[in-house]
Antibody, heavy 120, light 110 residues
């Protein structure tokens, strides 16, 4: 059974960088069948796609966030990571990592999510 | 403002059937597969339907999906109190070159 687990600080100051890591277990991140994704959900609101990465390192990001995002993968640790720069209160959200199947736009496994609050 | 439009809420009695709509355009639903997710309170979304009408292993056949033109529909029969959740549709948008989601629909089982 594939499991994903987010980790990282729950509180980030405005203008600083949000950094999260997703650890994948029960399956290899190097499988060519999936994209490894970040999705967020502001409190009380809907889902917003942030971006995803392929095991080869190819990344795809939400155009509205692209200038502030770096997504990377470490296949040796079976992890992938998100960095979001210059955060503001609008970036406060539950951040999920999820697995997207390569051929179709559906997310079949999700992490439990981690709440990141941007506040001084 | 979400790219895909869902009703904010729906409700029905236990044992009844409910449908949740998801409306889009030719750049998203009209030409791409739709998926549906259930988000129980305080938990991560869970995949219910993919490729318009396919159920992952373990999802009961009370849940069904369909697509017609630029709209998709999630159906739930034999409603249970445990079905109370937020439901989201999602697909790829070819114009935006990005995945998009609906704003979510809150299901209340009265």
């Amino acid at each position: 059974q594939v499991q994903l687990q987010e980790s990282g600080p729950g509180l980030v100051k405005p203008s600083q960088t949000l950094s999260l890591t997703c650890t994948v277990s029960g399956g290899s991140i190097s499988s060519g069948d999936y994209y490894w994704s970040w999705i967020r959900q502001p409190p009380g609101k809907g889902l917003e796609w942030i971006g995803y990465i392929y095991y080869s390192g190819s990344t795809y990001s939400n155009p509205s966030l692209k200038s502030r995002i770096t997504i990377s993968v470490d296949t040796s640790k079976n992890q992938f990571s998100l960095k979001l720069r210059s955060v503001t209160a609008a970036d406060t959200a539950v951040y999920y990592c999820a697995r997207r199947t390569y051929l179709t736009p559906s997310y079949d496994y999700w992490g439990q999510g981690t709440l990141v609050t941007v506040s001084s | 403002q979400s790219v895909l439009t869902q009703p904010p809420s729906v409700s029905a009695a236990p044992g009844q059937k409910v449908t949740i709509s998801c409306s889009g355009s030719s750049s998203n639903i009209g030409n791409n597969y739709v998926s549906w997710y259930q988000q129980l309170p305080g938990t991560a979304p869970k995949l219910l339907i993919y490729d318009n009408n396919k159920r992952p292993s373990g999802i009961p056949d009370r849940f069904s999906g369909s697509k017609s033109g630029t709209s998709a529909t999630l159906g739930i029969t034999g409603l249970q109190t445990g079905d109370e959740a937020d439901y989201y549709c999602g697909t790829w948008d070819s114009s935006l070159s990005a995945p998009v989601f609906g704003g979510g629909t809150k299901l209340t089982v009265l």
